[in-house]
């Protein structure tokens, strides 16, 4: 027996013992493929699905969830969440990520009293984890004091297997580039505010659009604005880069009408978590 299918016979087992489930379920590989997982093991009867609205969820990923919840016959709801409210998270430390999720169960954990149903999940899986403990995962710690459970961390299952997994399963998240809020784009110290997230969010649907006119599969390319300030910086998939001077400009173009003074395209490509470089916890 592979590890994939023990780690995946794993994830059943901890899911039935579970009874019934209300997945923190953003869109992303991760919380999909554990939501779909959930209905396997426990039926649709028995699972919903819960994604946050706020300033610091893009508005594209709003339908897709919406659908891929509907594709599974499961129950979606879209409570609002304040995180702008908590000044920890205004104030964009290196920690601000443990006041969004705290902010997020303290609104679904009632949520799921009132639809009868046992347990939060959320998505953390194995690698996560392994990050949460040299300190960059702080929404991990949030969401443990508040009883979460964590079924695909728990099972073992790494970022890898997951998309191997959901690709098994036919799910079209498999694939899905990495995803993140979009306070996660601004600079550390400098203000969460819902004009830097809009902005943020304008600019990163004016790249796509024009990657998409170059015959780009923009919905599949990874992608960041990272704001600094006045100044924003694009972080784009390497396997595209350097981009053509006149496809440069459009991009650059593009960010700046969305706001920002300055622009420029960083020549290292996307980057996973780079606002966490050069910071301490």
């Given at each position: ?6 780690r995946l ?15 923190a379920f ?8 554990l ?5 396997r093991?426990?039926t649709?009867?028995?699972?919903a699905?819960a994604?946050g609205?706020?300033h610091?969820l ?6 897709p969830a919406a659908?891929?919840a ?16 908590r ?5 964009n ?9 705290a902010?997020?169960?303290d ?16 998505g953390t899986?194995?690698?996560?984890a ?7 995962r702080?929404g991990?710690r ?5 009883g979460?459970?964590?079924p695909?961390r ?13 690709r098994?399963w036919?799910?079209?998240t ?8 979009l306070?996660?784009?601004?600079a550390?110290?400098l ?18 659009s024009?990657l998409?006119a170059?015959?780009?599969?923009a919905?599949r ?12 910086t694009v972080?784009l998939s ?6 053509e001077?006149?496809h ?10 969305a ?7 960083d020549?290292?490509?996307f980057r996973?978590g780079s606002?966490n470089?050069n910071?301490s916890?």
């Amino acid at each position: 027996m592979s590890d994939l299918h023990q780690r995946l016979n794993a994830l059943e087992a901890d899911l039935k013992t579970r009874g019934s489930v209300l997945v923190a379920f953003s869109g992303g590989a991760d919380s999909a493929f554990l939501l779909a997982a959930a209905t396997r093991a426990l039926t649709s009867t028995n699972v919903a699905a819960a994604t946050g609205y706020s300033h610091s969820l893009p508005i594209a990923e709003r339908d897709p969830a919406a659908e891929f919840a509907r594709s599974l016959g499961v129950r979606l709801v879209t409570p609002q969440t304040h995180e702008m409210e908590r000044q920890g998270y205004r104030a964009n430390g290196t920690d601000r990520c443990f006041f969004c999720k705290a902010e997020l169960l303290d609104t679904l954990l009632p949520l799921a009293h009132e639809l009868g149903l046992a347990h939060v999940a959320t998505g953390t899986n194995a690698d996560d984890a392994v990050e949460g403990l040299n300190g960059l995962r702080p929404g991990i710690r949030a969401a443990a004091e508040r009883g979460a459970i964590t079924p695909l961390r728990d099972a073992g299952l790494t970022k890898s297997q997951i998309r191997e997994a959901s690709r098994r399963w036919g799910l079209p998240t498999w694939d899905k580039p990495a995803a993140a809020c979009l306070s996660s784009r601004i600079a550390y110290g400098l203000e969460v505010t819902p004009r830097r997230l809009a902005r943020v969010e304008r600019a990163e649907q004016g790249v796509r659009s024009v990657l998409a006119a170059r015959g780009h599969d923009a919905a599949r390319v990874d992608l960041r604005v990272r704001d600094h300030g006045e100044k924003a910086t694009v972080e784009l998939s390497a396997t595209l880069l350097p981009l053509e001077p006149d496809h440069a400009d459009e991009v650059l173009k593009t960010v700046t009408d969305a706001g920002f003074t300055a622009a420029e395209i960083d020549p290292r490509g996307f980057r996973s978590g780079s606002m966490n470089q050069n910071t301490s916890t």
